[in-house]
């Protein structure tokens, strides 16, 4: 073989070799990337495993061992107005609006702390409307207990304190998570004797409210929590009726009652 033909041929030996290597090297970035994105692929669905179980647990609170979640909000939306018994607001309003539920309710829940706020400050404070709220035991043990427990509140002018305070800390339905522990804790965030609430948990002396309340709403024809009847005082009141718990659909319930009660 010719000396030309040699140098040809070692040319043409080190161009394959070059571009075998250069072949393994892009095969092995192409590996590379690919485990990159199964890596990238793995992380995102654990993160997303991790945000799904996470959210399908209780948020911290005074239900799960956390600590009592809520208190400074319900005394910022309660303070300076009067309490009385199951009564918020000024005793002379001429409208009055009865609110039905379940302390176990996660609607009577949304409710309190999603439109409550508002009828408060531009209702209740401008003493245009005076609540009361009812509560019922339907939805299991727990809501009795709790039930209970909420009127012997009541005896101390505090429902309201310690109505908005156990929602905000509101347990897995009928769990059996309203125990001693937990009422003495919604009831010192509450401002109200702990071993008064927890002594009327069981006590007969404050079913009878609830008695009561399951007997109106019976009468009333209301079958679910929250239910609410609006009337003016001293009158007959009348189912009030809302598309959506949300501070626009209980205005737009509200405003027209307030306009006619007051003609």
């Given amino acids: 073989m010719s000396s030309r033909q040699q140098q040809k041929e070692k040319a043409r030996a080190e161009r394959e070799a070059r571009e075998r290597a250069d072949a393994q090297a892009q095969q092995r970035r192409k590996r590379v990337q690919q485990l990159g994105a199964v890596l990238a692929v793995a992380v995102v669905v654990v993160v997303v495993l991790v945000l799904v179980s996470q959210g399908g647990k209780d948020k911290p609170n005074a239900s799960n ?5 809520g208190a400074s909000d319900a005394r910022a939306m309660l303070a300076g107005i009067a309490q009385k018994g199951t ?4 005793p002379n309003a001429p409208v009055v609006m009865t609110e039905f539920a379940d302390l176990q309710c996660p609607f009577c829940k949304q409710y ?9 400050q531009n209702y209740v404070r401008t003493k245009r409307l005076r609540l009361e709220i009812r509560i019922r035991n339907f939805l299991g043990p727990d809501s009795d207990v709790a039930a209970r427990a909420a009127n012997a509140a009541a005896t101390r002018n ?8 156990f929602y905000r800390n509101q347990g897995t339905e009928d769990s059996g998570y309203v125990k001693p522990a937990f009422l003495r804790r919604i009831a010192t965030a509450a401002g109200v004797s702990p071993q008064l609430v927890v002594d009327g948990s ?9 008695k009561v309340a399951e007997a109106e709403a019976t009468a009333a024809g209301l079958t679910s929590t929250p239910s609410f009847l609006i009337g003016p005082k001293g009158g007959k009141a009348k189912p009030l009726s809302f598309s959506a718990l949300t501070v626009d659909a209980f205005t737009q319930a509200i405003d027209p009652q307030l306009k006619a009660l007051a003609q």
């Fill in 202 to 210: 069981t006590s007969a002396a404050y079913e009878k409210p609830v």
């Fill in 112 to 120: 309190t702390l999603d439109v409550l706020p508002t009828v408060v």
């Fill in 87 to 90: 009564s918020l607001g000024d």
């Fill in 158 to 165: 505090r429902l309201w304190n310690f109505i908005d305070v």
């Fill in 65 to 69: 061992g956390g600590a009592v979640a």
